[in-house]
């Protein structure tokens, strides 16, 4: 079998869009019901979203919601990941805590998280931080873990303290690992931020997408899911692009997202 | 060090109590009021009701028949799309850019897409289940596939077998271990989704239950499906694991 290196080259996706667009016109205009609208049609209405105030405040809250329970959960999920890494009795003591929240549906807390603290920010940004962290402790941890032992010990000799060990040492190496991390708790990061908007239907994303059902203005429906998407695009893109100009003396790892809603 | 890793069982069971004890002592304390954190033993003493609950077990079955038929309609195309990849140039160059595109779109987003075109029943659902299971799948296959020492297929080839069958033969059980890893995250996410799903949009199932239960500030209600789709997933994991070992006996231990 051959494993060819991956070129990120840039119109294959443009392209892969493209096509996808043209089936959903082709599906929509063979099939002809009020449930698929053509792919045109959706896309005419996105500037009318994109260019309307109360859309776009709701796309940002969505973004700022999103974003600082992305770095929350990076805040807390990295130092403990990579502490797990170097203690063989931290990672005895979390494990088993970490493998019975992994199968919890985060977003699934919402109802119950929204009776303590309300249905403004604050419970759909710490379900996000939930929802992100997982992913970024256990790839922080795995990456800390097979960090060279000869790199801790030679700095170590060198006088390095624990803590510096750990940000200078053992941070860089397990970098590529934990991009990983990242880059799957951002796919969780949209999916949590959409869902819990999706529940507590206040204001985002979310609930724009959900109300446009509600009210059966179906172009809108589709034309949100292709914001969304392209939202999820082009931020996997920007994180790809921030870990090639980090880590690019490491393979690009496709590793198999662990890590769940 | 040897006395040390004797305990480490004994140390992972430390958190867990201590938080179930945080847990009860704040409810049985008064801090917060039972309407919005039930005590832990009221919400176990729940679950085992519901459990001999036959109206409860049909919801249950209902949500692991969308799981099973979506999970399997994704390992379906996943191995079929993921085989195709690897062993095939063009399907390769139709395949990588689309998932390219595809993996990293929240797929939740397509839910309110497919209650238009498959209605509010289970066929929704179960597209979303595939959506979302189907990209795990793909990836591990691609990649395992992609990492079948060359030279197997070579022998095979030599020894008469066709292109196919040292596809079948050859290549599917060698990148075994890789796939059932992709498997049983996408098995994971199927019992994550199709709660979600089912919270979002539904008159029956787990995640409806839970729906239902936040109407009327029935909190103890609301943590049975949760415990219940999460001990479901925990045991999806388990039993996976299991066949897993049996069916790579011989294979190396996952790191």
């Known amino acids: 079998m051959h494993a060819r290196a991956s070129s990120p080259s840039s119109f294959a996706p443009l392209l892969a869009s493209i096509g996808l667009l043209a089936l959903w016109e082709l599906a929509a205009r063979l099939l002809g019901i009020t449930g698929l609208p053509p792919a045109y049609d959706a896309l005419r209405e996105l500037p009318a979203i994109l260019g309307d105030a109360e859309a776009l405040l709701n796309i940002a809250a969505s973004l700022r ?50 009776l303590w603290l309300g249905i403004g920010d604050a419970s759909k940004t710490i379900v996000i931080t939930l929802g992100v962290s997982l992913p970024v402790v256990y790839h922080s941890y795995q990456g800390a873990r097979a960090v060279e032992e000869k790199l801790i010990w030679s700095a170590a000799a060198m006088g390095m303290g624990r803590a510096a060990r750990l940000w200078r040492v053992v941070l860089p190496a397990a970098l590529p690992q934990v991009f990983v991390g990242i880059r799957t708790g951002l796919v969780l990061a949209l999916i949590t931020m959409v869902t819990s908007e999706m529940i507590a239907r206040q204001t985002g994303v979310g609930s724009i997408l959900f109300n446009a059902l509600d009210m059966a203005q179906y172009t809108t429906v589709y034309a949100m899911i292709v914001i969304v998407g392209l939202l999820g695009f082009v931020l996997d893109v920007l994180i790809e692009k921030l870990r090639y100009s980090l880590v690019q003396w490491a393979e690009p790892t496709h590793e198999i997202a662990v890590g769940t809603s | 060090m040897r006395a040390g890793r004797t305990c480490l069982p004994v140390l992972g069971a430390l958190p867990l109590a201590c938080l179930l004890a945080l847990w009860q002592s704040v409810a049985a304390a008064g801090l917060a009021p039972a309407a919005l954190l039930p005590a832990p033993a009221a919400v176990f003493a729940r679950l085992l009701e519901q459990v001999h609950n036959p109206v409860f077990l049909a919801h249950a079955a209902t949500t692991l028949l969308r799981l099973f038929a979506g999970f399997g309609i994704a390992l379906l195309i996943g191995l079929t799309l993921g085989l ?16 390219r595109v595809l993996a990293p779109v929240p797929k939740i987003a397509l839910y309110p897409a497919l209650v238009l075109l498959l209605g509010f029943e289970h066929a929704s659902k179960i597209a979303l289940v595939v959506a979302d299971a189907v990209f795990p799948i793909l990836l591990a296959t691609y990649q395992g596939t992609a990492a079948v020492e060359p030279k197997l297929v070579w022998a095979a080839r030599a020894a008469g077998a066709g292109r196919h069958r040292a596809l079948l033969t050859v290549v599917l059980p060698a990148a075994l271990p890789m796939i059932l890893t992709g498997a049983r995250v996408a098995l994971i996410i199927s019992a994550i989704v199709v709660f979600l799903a089912e919270m979002l949009s539904s008159t029956d199932g787990l995640g409806h239950l839970l729906v239902y239960a936040s109407r009327s500030f029935q909190t103890v209600d609301m943590f049975v499906p949760l415990i219940t789709i999460s001990i479901i997933g925990l045991l999806l994991n388990a039993g996976f694991n299991g066949l897993r070992k049996r069916l790579l006996a011989g294979f190396p231990e996952e790191g």
């Open chain 1, 65 to 114: 919601r999103m974003l600082t329970g992305f770095i929350l959960a990076l805040l807390l999920a990295v130092p403990v990941g990579l502490c797990m890494g170097r203690s063989e009795r931290l990672a005895a003591a979390f494990n088993p805590l970490l493998m019975i929240i992994y199968p919890v549906p985060k977003a699934a807390l919402m109802p119950i998280i929204m």
């Open chain 2, 84 to 99: 195709a990849a690897a062993s095939n140039r063009w399907a390769e160059a139709l395949i990588r850019p689309l998932w």
